[in-house]
């Protein structure tokens, strides 16, 4: 069976941080471009880091840029989004997102920053 599981969303506040795991069974992360999305209510959901399965790099969108990092763990077959210097509105809802033979998601892991 395939599923993407998400942990680790919490309420933090602004400045601190947090790191979200993304555990893959099914499948083999390897083989597959990795993503994180977020959905903030009422907006798209939009995405927010990318690691590619060819040769391992990473892209950011440029609200997240130099705060978040997007890595993977083959031998847990986990993707992370570590998340440093949070603002409020980095709140969202945050997907992982698998694609390669197929396309899968996660069901999502809530972070707020307030103070």
């Known amino acids: 069976q395939v599923q993407l599981v998400e942990s680790g969303g919490d309420l933090v506040q602004p400045g601190g941080s947090l790191r979200l795991s993304c555990a893959a069974s099914g499948f083999t992360i390897s083989q597959f471009m990795l993503s994180w999305y977020r959905q903030a209510p009422g907006k798209e959901r939009e995405l927010v880091a990318v690691?590619?399965?060819?040769?391992?790099?990473?892209n950011y969108a440029d609200s997240v840029k130099g705060r978040f990092t997007i890595s993977r763990d083959i031998s847990r077959n986990t993707v992370y989004l570590q998340m440093n210097s949070l603002k409020p509105e980095d709140t969202a809802v945050y997907y992982c997102n698998a694609r390669g033979w197929g396309t899968f998601w996660g069901q999502g892991t809530q972070v707020t920053v307030s103070s």
């Open positions: 690691f590619s399965r060819v040769d391992g790099s990473t």
